[in-house]
């Protein structure tokens, strides 16, 4: 049974930092690129940036270029969000979702995906 749990998320203050991690479960190889989404109420969920199944290409959206970075480690079945000079408008769920493909594929599009986790609540507030 496939499964993506994130986890990471907390209340932090504006200019903080967070390392959100996403593990998983279920895969019978490590032939799958990671996503990562988020949603805040009342609005879409949102493209954020994405790692190809060896980590060899990474996709951003232009907004959080300079300040999202992602990782993977194979080994553990792990990547990794990290989220840095956090501001309120980042508020949101964040969501990490699987692309089985080892290929290129429209990781900014959320019906690219085949697996979504339940996402991990993010609250930037002083």
């Known amino acids: 049974q496939v499964q993506l749990v994130e986890s990471g998320g907390g209340l932090v203050q504006p200019g903080g930092s967070l390392r959100l991690s996403c593990v998983a479960s279920g895969f019978s190889r490590d032939n799958y690129g990671i996503g990562w989404f988020r949603q805040a109420p009342g609005k879409e969920r949102e493209f954020l940036i994405a790692i190809s199944w060896n980590a060899g290409k990474t996709y951003y959206a232009d907004s959080v270029k300079d300040r999202f970075t992602i990782s993977r480690d194979n080994a553990k079945n792990m990547v990794y969000l990290q989220v840095n000079s956090l501001k309120p408008e980042d508020t949101a769920v964040y969501y990490c979702?699987?692309?089985?493909?080892?290929?290129?594929?429209?990781?900014?599009?959320?019906?690219?995906?085949?697996?979504w986790g339940q996402g991990t609540q993010v609250t930037v507030s002083s």
């Open positions: 979702a699987a692309k089985m493909s080892r290929s290129p594929w429209l990781a900014g599009n959320r019906n690219s995906y085949d697996y």
